[in-house]
């Protein structure tokens, strides 16, 4: 194992002008990570000069086996935090060899909506809470639980502090670090209120790019766990009972909801989410029925509700957006399964686009 380790710890092509390219997409059940490497000649910053790849979709439950070839189209670079050095990941769409975009693909839909002119003039910022579980890899239960058994109520464990409170943190705090190397922009993380749970935030990230930092820092999630032996879960209620579930609230804001006035144009585009509420909650992530329950800081999934300062409604207005009369607001509905491609590119578009009137 010591030779090994030395291999893992050498940048084995420092000496060369060569570099690693992490190529990863999404899998076909929408919220898999996939990847592959390859050795490219020089070092590249710009997705454009990267050459398409392809990958067997048959593998990937993504394409028929006679017919199995799924290209990949690179679409944003990040820093290898594993690698490092001049080394990348690349966060890619899939298509298939005609150019269409496969199911799975809803970056494809997302950048049309984000290119749209109007949507474009508007700037929209999001800030995206991912929540997420850790679980004991050959037990899947919650890490800090006893096997089989469950640790005192909630109530100590939200942002707490302790080896009885904290579980997981060494795991969270190198994911942490990795995504600022990765140029992820990470702005926090912080303890769950379920034992085991933890949250990171992206942004404030404009358009397209929320999704593609989304998924990366899902990603380098994922591969820290896997070096740890420790499985993460993105699934919106992992424990039935009196645990809260796992969203992903995700915080919004155009340029005049950002200006003086805005807390107008914030109520116009709250009306118009609770217009859509159905096609909303439809989009927002698998299982999240079990979750939006009007219990744990949740609105039921049926009732569309908003409020100052209340993480019982489904739209959270902060008490800063309402003093100030311009801001953003929160999406507390969104599970922490969502596709950030869909939910982000929905919001612009029913707030931006969407006419109730036509």
């Known amino acids: 194992m010591s030779l090994l380790n030395d291999l893992l710890n050498l940048n084995l ?3 060369t002008d060569k570099i690693i390219a992490e190529y990863i997409w999404i899998g076909g059940s929408g919220l898999d990570l996939r990847s592959k490497a390859r050795t490219l000649a020089g070092p590249v910053t710009d997705p454009s000069k990267l050459p398409k790849w392809n990958y067997d979709g048959s593998s990937t439950d993504q394409a028929p086996g006679d017919d199995s070839e799924v290209i990949l189209y690179p679409k944003a670079v990040f820093k ?9 990941l690349v966060m890619c769409d899939a298509y298939t060899p005609a150019g269409e975009p496969i199911p799975t693909n809803k970056r494809f839909n997302a950048a ?3 290119s749209h002119p109007d949507v474009v003039a ?11 579980t850790l679980l004991q890899k050959d037990v899947q239960w919650p890490v800090g639980w006893p096997v089989g058994g469950f640790p005192g109520p909630q109530g100590p464990y939200y942002c707490g502090v302790g080896a009885d409170k904290a579980f997981g943190r060494d795991i969270v705090n190198a994911h942490y670090k990795a995504c600022l190397y990765a140029g992820i922009n990470i702005s926090g993380i912080n303890g769950e209120v379920m034992p085991g749970q933890w949250e990171f935030q992206v942004g404030p990230s404009v358009g397209i790019s929320s999704g593609d930092q989304l998924w990366m820092a899902r990603y380098i999630l994922e591969r820290i766990t896997e070096i740890a032996g420790v499985v993460v879960s ?13 969203g992903a ?10 200006n003086d006035g805005g807390i107008d144009v914030i109520k116009k585009a709250i ?14 992530g698998e299982g999240n029925e079990r979750r939006l329950t009007g219990r744990h800081e949740t609105a039921d999934i049926n009732t569309f509700s908003w409020g100052v300062a209340n993480r019982g409604a489904s739209i959270r207005v902060g008490r800063d957006t ?11 509905r969104p599970a922490s399964n969502m596709d950030p491609y869909v939910v982000t590119s929905m919001i612009a578009e029913t707030t931006i686009l969407w006419n109730p009137q036509k």
């Open 322 to 332: 309402e003093k100030d009369g311009k801001g953003y607001f929160e999406d507390r």
């Open 249 to 258: 609230h995700t915080n919004y804001s155009t340029k005049t909801m950002r």
């Open 122 to 132: 508007e700037e929209p910022w999001y800030g995206i809470e991912q929540e997420y």
């Open 80 to 88: 290898d935090p594993f690698r490092r050095g001049n080394n990348i």
């Open 13 to 15: 092509i420092d000496s």
């Open 234 to 246: 993105f699934d919106p209620k992992p424990i039935k009972g009196d645990w809260n579930g796992a």
């Open 271 to 284: 009306e118009k989410l609770g217009l859509r509420h159905k096609e909303h909650i439809a989009a927002y």
């Open 112 to 114: 049309k909506i984000f």
